[in-house]
C-alpha cells in the first residue's frame, strides 16, 4: 500500500468526521431558525443572534464537508473543460480538473488562516449587538479549504502515482 493510499484512509475518516458534524451544524441551523420564526411570531422576542449563529453554523457544514464532496467527486464538476480536450490531451486533464483548483484552495485556505490569525490577534467580533468572535467563521472557512486542499494533492498525486491502462 502506497504513502498515499494510506494517507487518504486518514483523510477519509477525518472527512467522515467532518460530514458527521456537518449533519450536526444543518441540524443546529434548522433549529436556531425555527426558533427565531416562532419566537418572533409568538412572543415578538428580539432575534438579533440568530441568524448569526445559523449562518456560523452554514458556513461550518459548507467548508468542512467540502473534502468530503470533493473525495467522492460529488460536486460540479469542471467536467466541460475535461470533455473538450482531445483524447491524446487525457493525462492533462488532472491539470484541468485537480491541480488548477488545488493551486486556488491552498491560496484561498491561506487567505482564510490569515484572516483568522488577524481576527484572533486584534479580537474582532461582528458588528452586532451579539457580536459573536469573527475566529470561529474563519477558522471554519480556514480548516475546511485546508482539508480540501489536502484532498485535491491526494488525488492529483493519484493519477501520477497510479499506473494507467494503455487500450
Known amino acids: 500500500m502506497s504513502t498515499v493510499s494510506s494517507f487518504q484512509k486518514v483523510v477519509s475518516a477525518i472527512n467522515r468526521i ?4 456537518g449533519a450536526l451544524g444543518l441540524a443546529a441551523a434548522s433549529l436556531i431558525l425555527s426558533y427565531s420564526v416562532v419566537s418572533r ?8 443572534w440568530q ?3 445559523a449562518v456560523f453554523c452554514l458556513v461550518g457544514v459548507t467548508f468542512l464537508c467540502a473534502a468530503y464532496v470533493q473525495e467522492h467527486r460529488h460536486h460540479v464538476g469542471i467536467s466541460a473543460i475535461a470533455a473538450m480536450l482531445p483524447v491524446w490531451a487525457e493525462r492533462w486533464r488532472i491539470f484541468f480538473v485537480d491541480a ?8 484561498f485556505a491561506w487567505k482564510s488562516w490569515t484572516l483568522w490569525f488577524e481576527a484572533f490577534e ?4 461582528t458588528s452586532s449587538a451579539w457580536g459573536p468572535p ?3 467563521p474563519y477558522g471554519l472557512m480556514a480548516a475546511g479549504m485546508t482539508l480540501l486542499s489536502v484532498q485535491l494533492l491526494l488525488q492529483t498525486l493519484r493519477h501520477f502515482i ?3 491502462k494503455v487500450a
Open 41 to 48: 411570531a409568538l412572543f415578538q422576542a428580539n432575534t438579533d
Open 100 to 107: 488548477i483548483p488545488f493551486v486556488f484552495c491552498v491560496f
Open 134 to 136: 469573527l475566529t470561529v
Open 18 to 21: 467532518m460530514v458527521g458534524l
Open 122 to 125: 486584534e479580537s474582532h467580533t
Open 162 to 164: 497510479t499506473p494507467r
Open 51 to 53: 441568524d448569526e449563529a
